[in-house]
């Protein structure tokens, strides 16, 4: 994860902290099996050979990624806040596989330049654009145009065109960029001509197929762990085992969403409807480790195996706060064209969130998701849910 491993300190330090707790293991295994240890000189050498190589190969790609000498070069048009959108998710990432080489505004008054760092070509005026392409080594094009109306270049990029530079559409650059469409920035008419959104009967059966197996097998599996954890949460607190609420699902329809308890009884008597908020003191003691360790999201299997949920999906909301999130947020409501999942592409690409702004993070997950959802994508989603898991991130 080259958010929290890009740098030669961090990398050095958690590789030491793996080679230590391997260590551990490996001694609990010679103290069961003494057949199975190594001599001491070959031991050290492993050892050594680890930190030379695996510390000086992460350290060598780190500093290839970090100078993008395999870099695809591009040119941003245009200086919408789409743009610096785009520029500024290339700036941050070093893993991302672009660099942009030159920028050009909608119009040569735009004073958009010290938006950019200086290593970046400016250049005021649109003229010549194969040209400034070839002169900075650029194959791809990525229109982002604060206004399209006699402000189009269509001349000149017909000539890249046909030149053979692509040209790119700012929101799709972005989608296929980041893995999530900008919803705020979002012409219904992009929505309406890009490609996905793609239902087909047999996708359909699919889906439905792997959820069947998926749950049932989870399920009768992890009974014993359920009868466990349901005694940890009589032993800890007053209150039923279980919690049912409300939830909006495919196409609108309200069904009951099951949970293992992890706050205590009627915890919502004094609030009303309320997010969860860090270190909420509803949360009970048990229900610290289950929320933590997604455990109390395990009962929704059943609601798979009905029929209300699918293993993936967006994450269902309550009705009280659906109602007011499709009047604020344009194109909320196309979350419910699928059923919602126990885990989504928003949960393992975005931290738990309980506001306005979040809501909308989420949902340009969401409709990426809804867009290009199918099977592998699924497959990818849930173990990166399972890393999420053993790791606790974002969980609330």
Not at 131 to 140: F, N, Q, S
Not at 272 to 298: F, Y
């Amino acid at each position: 994860d080259f958010e929290v491993a890009c740098t030669i300190s961090e990398i050095s330090i958690r590789l030491l902290q793996s080679l230590g707790i391997t260590a551990i293991v490996l001694a609990l295994v010679y103290t069961l099996f003494p057949l199975a240890i190594i001599d001491q000189f070959t031991f050290f050498l492993s050892i050594l050979f680890l930190l030379i190589f695996i510390i000086g190969w992460r350290v060598f790609y780190i500093f290839i990624l970090g100078k993008g000498f395999f870099n695809e070069k591009i040119i941003l048009l245009g200086s919408s806040s789409l743009s610096l959108d785009i520029f500024n998710e290339i700036d941050r990432s070093i893993a991302c596989g672009y660099s942009v080489a030159a920028v050009i505004p909608d119009t040569e008054n735009d004073c958009f330049k010290d938006s950019f760092n200086k290593q970046v070509f400016y250049k005021k005026n649109k003229d010549d654009l194969c040209e400034t392409a070839r002169e900075v080594g650029v194959k791809k094009i990525v229109v982002a145009l604060e206004d399209r109306r006699g402000n189009f270049p269509s001349d000149e990029l017909v000539k890249c065109r046909v030149a053979g530079i692509e040209v790119v559409e700012g929101n799709t650059f972005y989608e296929m960029f980041t893995g999530k469409i900008l919803v705020a920035k979002l012409n219904p008419s992009w929505l309406i001509f890009s490609d996905g959104f793609k239902k087909s009967k047999i996708r359909t059966f699919l889906k439905r197929l792997e959820d069947i197996v998926i749950s049932s097998s989870l399920l009768f599996f992890l009974f014993p762990c359920f009868l466990f954890i349901c005694v940890l949460i009589k032993i800890d607190s007053k209150g039923p085992v279980f919690f049912s609420q409300d939830r909006v699902g495919q196409r609108n329809k309200e069904y009951m969403m099951y949970k293992f308890r992890s706050m205590v009884e009627n915890a919502e008597k004094n609030s009303g409807p309320v997010w969860a908020d860090e270190n909420d003191d509803r949360i009970t003691r048990v229900g610290k480790i289950i929320r933590k360790l997604r455990i109390d999201e395990l009962p929704q299997l059943w609601n798979v195996l009905k029929g209300n949920m699918s293993l993936v999906g967006p994450r269902p909301e309550r009705k009280y706060f659906t109602d007011d999130l499709e009047k604020k947020i344009h194109f909320y409501s196309q979350r419910f064209v699928v059923k919602p999942g126990i885990t989504g592409w928003a949960q393992v690409s975005y931290d738990y969130g309980a506001s306005l702004e979040d809501a909308v993070e989420k949902l340009n997950y969401d409709l990426f998701y809804i867009k290009n959802m199918s099977t592998l994508m699924d497959v990818v989603i849930i173990l990166r849910t399972i890393k999420t898991v053993l790791f606790g991130k974002g969980a609330r």
